[in-house]
């Protein structure tokens, strides 16, 4: 016999009633708390099992509602359901924790309307909407200027008040809220004390007059709510005000944002679902790879059909562009070890020591254990990004103590996940040999700072768990032997290594690891206290097949002399991958970037086409500044700047050819692509011969389209045409017929006035005298209801 069928045995048809309704709102826990009624029942009563039931089924919800809300996942909730349960000693405490946890699932998972779980469809299509919205809002305000304007000259507004944010979480609370407000508030019609005078008791405030920048004030208000509800954080404050209303007002910028929102919280369910660990989805979930991805189809979709042609007429696709850059996973490891290897290089030149550090977050970010694969009672929600933020809190706290006490360090830092997702970091550092000890102190002090409980084992001995350190033996290998398997294993998992430590193959974890950085937005490699990259990129575009135009540039611009040197000895060693004379010639690590003596020229763009008009104001601005999709000022890189060390900058220009993308079956200039293809309409050349030349050339001939005048002869047969044209019968019956609609619209309105005394009471107050109309001609014709 069921638990159901057994708690119908206690009590009344009302009592059955009364837990009947409790089993149909909650049909998936309905056996359940049918068990512990029966239970308490049997102990203490059928009142004690009503009153038990009644107060623990309150805030319980039905675990099947998010099962078919989100059913791509379901699977995956219903056994992190059933896992939260199990942990807690009794029944009800579990189904509370579970039913919990859906709770909050189901909060994090609908974004506004939006479901997280849906496609990528129903993600661009809600975008869309929601930037609509955002551009009706503002149409609505600015179409109520003139209406609110005219209230305001009239004295219809009321008067401005200044209400204080109301409190309360939901819309009854503050509507309470508001209610005490106005009821603790001073009546205005009522008198003061005695001795007062009323002008004094009495606040003036001036509504200001509605125009465009108030309207887009107001609009920018509004959108920036819309993007808090949807949990997006809405444009900087520095910014512009309309290049923040362009951007919430634009739908590629809410597809981006929550596409964003979407993924991130997705990922944490999975975390939390316990279906991200070594023996599951490791280093991130299977539906994170299959949106990246995806992402990844789309990407490269888009940039085959686009192609980018220069001034020499060299046209290539952006996938083809792409591959030759470092999107190629290839170059970007290639360019990563060089500069690894060479500064070890020089490091080692100069005597200094390299150390390798490891640094790991405390259990609390941490919701599965590495060895048992199993929950980790001491996870509190946190996400990736907050351990990442916490390491870098670490990283700042160290670089602070660094600065004061007077110590140098450079290097590179690798980011990767654990099993979980959770990041930790490795760091590839030099410093001086007398520094090393210092160093090495300062960064274990700030990583075992919290929670030094957890550093110990089961024996009492100590562990490396949160910060590990090993001095580079050269006798064993090379610090870039170190870390070249970090470095492989977080790009694309080639070389080095056939499996990671969890002995899962490199072709399928580094994906996996891709993904897991996109998802999150963490930055996997960065630099410490060495020259700019771009620096070392942007003179590796000067090639030998570049130094007849870098030539005709110094001809033309005659920069300084040292300048010119430097910038030649740069170029050869950049040429050459020689990264660690590259590092001694721009001045050695730990150099402030001002000092450098290279940095990138970055100008402002110019768009000589560009002008601007406004339907609004009728105002037409013309500037040359190029503006970005969103109104914001472009700057772009053009090249170096060089010091020549003595005060005197020079300029050289590297990006020497200019690029304009376009579709890729887009042809502009060309009147017709074929003998059977319509020529493109609206040009000034003709589109209907096909343009073939003896030597088999195929052109678009010209024609001129300026007006001419004709001459007197065309224009008095024009003028004899237009004659016959107005006597035609045609015209005269068109005539005839607008002339006796006006003399029926005529006598309709006399006949109205006529009869209608108020309205001649007004004609005549305003010095109007209505005579009767006069009888009509004999060849005049009425029908009898004008008459």
């Known amino acids: 016999m069921s638990a159901l069928e057994q708690s119908q045995q206690f009590g009344t048809r009302d009592c059955h009633r009364f837990r009947q309704a409790y089993f149909d709102a909650l049909p998936t826990l309905a056996e359940d708390l049918a068990a512990g009624f029966v239970y308490v029942a049997s102990s203490y009563g059928n009142a004690a099992g009503n009153r038990w039931l009644r107060r623990n089924a309150d805030g319980l919800i039905d675990p099947a509602r998010a099962y078919r809300k989100f059913a791509p996942i379901a699977a995956d909730l219903e056994r992190g359901f059933k896992a939260l349960r199990g942990l807690e000693p009794t029944t009800i405490q579990g189904l509370h924790a579970g039913c919990a946890w859906l709770a909050s699932v189901e909060k994090r998972l609908s974004i506004g309307g939006l479901n997280a779980t849906h496609d990528d469809d129903a993600l661009v299509s809600y975008a869309e909407a929601h930037a609509?919205?955002?551009?009706?809002?503002?149409?609505?305000?600015?179409?109520?200027?003139?209406?609110?304007?005219?209230?305001?000259?009239?004295?219809?507004?009321?008067?401005?008040?200044?209400?204080?944010?109301?409190?309360?979480?939901?819309?009854?609370?503050?509507?309470?809220?508001?209610?005490?407000?106005?009821?603790?508030?001073?009546?205005?019609?009522?008198?003061?004390?005695?001795?007062?005078?009323?002008?004094?008791?009495?606040?003036?405030?001036?509504?200001?007059?509605?125009?465009?920048?108030?309207?887009?004030?107001?609009?920018?208000?509004?959108?920036?709510?819309?993007?808090?509800?949807?949990?997006?954080?809405?444009?900087?404050?520095?910014?512009?005000?309309?290049?923040?209303?362009?951007?919430?007002?634009?739908?590629?910028?809410?597809?981006?944002?929550?596409?964003?929102?979407?993924?991130?919280?997705?990922?944490?369910?999975?975390?939390?679902?316990?279906?991200?660990?070594?023996?599951?989805?490791?280093?991130?979930?299977?539906?994170?790879?299959?949106?990246?991805?995806?992402?990844?189809?789309?990407?490269?979709?888009?940039?085959?059909?686009?192609?980018?042609?220069?001034?020499e007429g060299q046209t290539y696709t952006l996938a083809e562009l792409a591959e030759l850059g470092l999107a190629n996973p290839?170059?970007?490891?290639?360019?990563?070890?060089?500069?690894?290897?060479?500064?070890?290089?020089?490091?080692?030149?100069?005597?200094?020591?390299?150390?390798?550090?490891?640094?790991?977050?405390?259990?609390?970010?941490?919701?599965?254990?590495?060895?048992?694969?199993?929950?980790?009672?001491?996870?509190?929600?946190?996400?990736?990004?907050?351990?990442?933020?916490?390491?870098?809190?670490?990283?700042?706290?160290?670089?602070?103590?660094?600065?004061?006490?007077g110590l140098s360090i450079y290097g590179i830092r690798v980011v990767e996940p654990h099993h979980d997702g959770t990041p930790h970091w490795h760091l590839l550092i030099w410093m001086k040999p007398e520094d090393e000890e210092a160093v090495t102190e300062i960064l274990r002090c700030y990583a075992e700072q919290e929670s030094p409980e957890e550093l110990y084992d089961r024996n009492g001995e100590r562990t490396t768990a949160r910060f590990k350190s090993v001095k580079i033996d050269h006798n064993r290998g090379t610090a870039a032997g170190y870390v070249a398997k970090y470095?492989?294993?977080?790009?694309?998992?080639?070389?080095?290594?056939?499996?990671?430590?969890?002995?899962?193959?490199?072709?399928?974890?580094?994906?996996?690891?891709?993904?897991?950085?996109?998802?999150?937005?963490?930055?996997?490699?960065?630099?410490?206290?060495?020259?700019?990259?771009?620096?070392?990129?942007?003179?590796?575009?000067?090639?030998?097949?570049?130094?007849?135009?870098?030539?005709?540039?110094?001809?033309?611009?005659?920069?300084?002399?040292?300048?010119?040197?430097?910038?030649?000895?740069?170029?050869?060693?950049?040429?050459?991958?020689?990264?660690?004379?590259?590092?001694?010639?721009?001045?050695?690590?730990?150099?402030?970037?001002?000092?450098?003596?290279?940095?990138?020229?970055?100008?402002?763009r110019m768009d000589t086409s560009r002008a601007e008009f406004s339907h609004a104001t009728g105002e037409e601005r013309q500037g040359l500044e190029a503006l970005g999709r969103y109104g914001e000022p472009v700057a772009t890189t053009w090249g170096l700047v060089v010091s020549d060390g003595k005060g005197h900058e020079s300029e050289f220009l590297t990006r020497l050819y200019r690029w304009e993308v376009r579709s890729k079956h887009h042809r502009p200039g060309v009147g017709s692509s074929g003998p059977d293809e319509v020529g493109a309409p609206w040009t000034c050349v003709t589109n209907c011969t096909d343009g073939h030349q003896p030597d088999g050339k195929t052109v678009t001939p010209r024609v001129d389209t300026t007006p001419r005048k004709p001459s007197d002869e065309e224009l008095a047969a024009q003028l004899e045409r237009l004659k016959a044209w107005q006597a035609s019968e045609e015209v005269l019956a068109e005539k005839e017929t607008a002339d006796i609609e006006a003399r029926y619209a005529r006598a309709a309105a006399r006949r109205l006035i006529q009869h209608d005394a108020t309205a001649r009471e007004i004609l005549a107050g305003r010095g109007m005298h209505i005579e009767p109309p006069p009888a009509p001609e004999p060849e005049e014709y009425f029908p009898p209801e004008l008459c």
């Open 132 to 311: 609509r919205a955002v551009d009706d809002e503002r149409n609505a305000i600015i179409g109520s200027i003139a209406k609110h304007n005219r209230r305001l000259r009239l004295g219809l507004l009321p008067m401005a008040t200044i209400t204080p944010p109301l409190e309360g979480a939901t819309l009854s609370a503050q509507a309470r809220h508001l209610a005490d407000l106005i009821a603790e508030s001073r009546n205005p019609l009522t008198p003061p004390p005695f001795g007062i005078p009323l002008m004094a008791v009495f606040k003036w405030h001036r509504t200001p007059v509605m125009s465009l920048a108030v309207a887009d004030e107001m609009a920018l208000t509004q959108a920036r709510k819309r993007a808090r509800l949807h949990g997006i954080e809405p444009p900087n404050l520095k910014t512009p005000s309309h290049v923040q209303l362009a951007r919430l007002s634009c739908s590629l910028w809410w597809r981006r944002k929550l596409r964003r929102v979407a993924g991130r919280r997705l990922e944490q369910v999975q975390r939390e679902a316990h279906r991200v660990h070594a023996r599951a989805g490791i280093y991130c979930s299977n539906m994170t790879v299959e949106r990246r991805r995806q992402q990844k189809v789309r990407n490269r979709a888009l940039l085959e059909t686009l192609e980018a042609i220069n001034q």
């Open 330 to 405: 290839d170059h970007r490891r290639a360019e990563l070890m060089l500069r690894i290897r060479d500064t070890e290089v020089e490091a080692r030149r100069v005597g200094h020591v390299g150390m390798f550090y490891t640094l790991t977050t405390p259990s609390r970010f941490h919701p599965v254990l590495q060895r048992s694969a199993s929950r980790n009672r001491k996870y509190d929600g946190s996400t990736p990004r907050h351990a990442q933020q916490h390491l870098q809190q670490i990283w700042a706290k160290a670089r602070a103590k660094f600065d004061r006490e």
């Open 487 to 604: 470095i492989s294993k977080n790009i694309n998992g080639e070389q080095f290594m056939d499996a990671d430590k969890y002995d899962q193959p490199m072709h399928s974890s580094a994906p996996r690891i891709e993904a897991w950085a996109a998802v999150w937005g963490i930055r996997q490699f960065q630099f410490v206290g060495l020259p700019s990259v771009t620096v070392w990129r942007e003179v590796r575009r000067l090639t030998d097949k570049q130094a007849g135009q870098l030539r005709e540039w110094e001809e033309a611009t005659r920069p300084e002399p040292g300048a010119s040197k430097r910038l030649h000895e740069i170029r050869q060693a950049a040429n050459a991958g020689e990264w660690d004379k590259f590092l001694r010639l721009m001045g050695g690590p730990n150099l402030p970037r001002k000092d450098r003596p290279i940095r990138p020229w970055n100008v402002q």
